[in-house]
């Protein structure tokens, strides 16, 4: 897969980029990551990218040109049907491991890290497929949604990660937040690993890691177990980890 990020400040994407799962996917040739400076679409001799928003007030405002320029070179570099233009922005749709895993069949993901105040509208409009967004704040640039949409996406794609197990056990792949992990040694500071790890038998590790999976998210993010349909045996397991609880 492809990423092309639009960005002023393309150093800040490539050093974080190259360190850790995408790092490594990146020199082994699984990811292709290219970043594109508007200021190199400019035609002055200052390289102007933004100016003053019409209407007055604070900020500067990112000019079109310079941001549909980079795109389209983008775009040009390998001319794929499936292609999407995403503007980072806090007034986009929340970035959601669904939205993650929907994006994975896309041969190229064109972000735009806009700086500023913003950018000018009609780009939005008429270049951007999509808004997408951290969540309800505001930071200084696209840059820093632009790497965790790279790195989310990235572990999701075909050998990437050395056991690709690990991806699809990870917290909200299944609608349910991640079950506990421990390591040795077997105790710590008088806190013991749960016996049903200790205990060998496959079947039973798996469900007791449902069962807390889904306890969970019953108690950190309830929100996720609305819209969830649960079968007979996860009803059956949440009721086990509630009553567990009750009396621990």
Request: proline share 4%; hydrophobic share 40%; aromatic share 8%.
């Amino acid at each position: 897969m492809r990423f092309d990020v639009v960005s002023l400040f393309p150093e800040m994407v490539l050093q974080s980029a190259i360190n850790g799962v995408t790092g490594r996917a990146i020199t082994e040739g699984l990811v292709d990551l290219f970043i594109w400076n508007p200021r190199d679409y400019t035609d002055d001799k200052h390289k102007t990218v933004d100016d003053r928003p019409y209407g007055g007030g604070a900020g500067m405002v990112m000019k079109y040109q310079p941001l549909k320029d980079a795109v389209e070179s983008a775009k040009q570099a390998i001319k794929s049907q499936a292609v999407k233009v995403v503007y980072l922005s806090p007034q986009g749709k929340p970035i959601t491991q669904r939205l993650l895993n929907e994006s994975v069949d896309l041969e190229q993901l064109i972000l735009i890290a806009g700086r500023y105040e913003g950018i000018d509208e009609r780009f939005i409009e008429h270049e951007c497929d999509e808004e997408w967004s951290l969540g309800d704040f505001v930071i200084s640039g696209g840059e820093l949604a632009a790497l965790v949409v790279i790195d989310g996406i990235s572990r999701l794609l075909p050998d990437v990660l050395g056991d690709e197990q690990s991806a699809k056990q990870d917290s909200h792949m299944n609608g349910l937040l991640d079950y506990p992990h421990y390591t040795r040694p077997e105790e710590v500071e008088n806190h013991v690993v749960p016996k049903a790890l200790l205990s060998g038998h496959h079947q039973q590790i798996e469900q007791w890691r449902l069962k807390q999976a889904l306890g969970r998210t019953w108690q950190k993010r309830p929100d996720l177990l609305v819209d969830k349909v649960l079968t007979t045996e996860q009803h059956a397991l949440l009721e086990e980890f509630k009553i567990e609880l009750k009396y621990k």
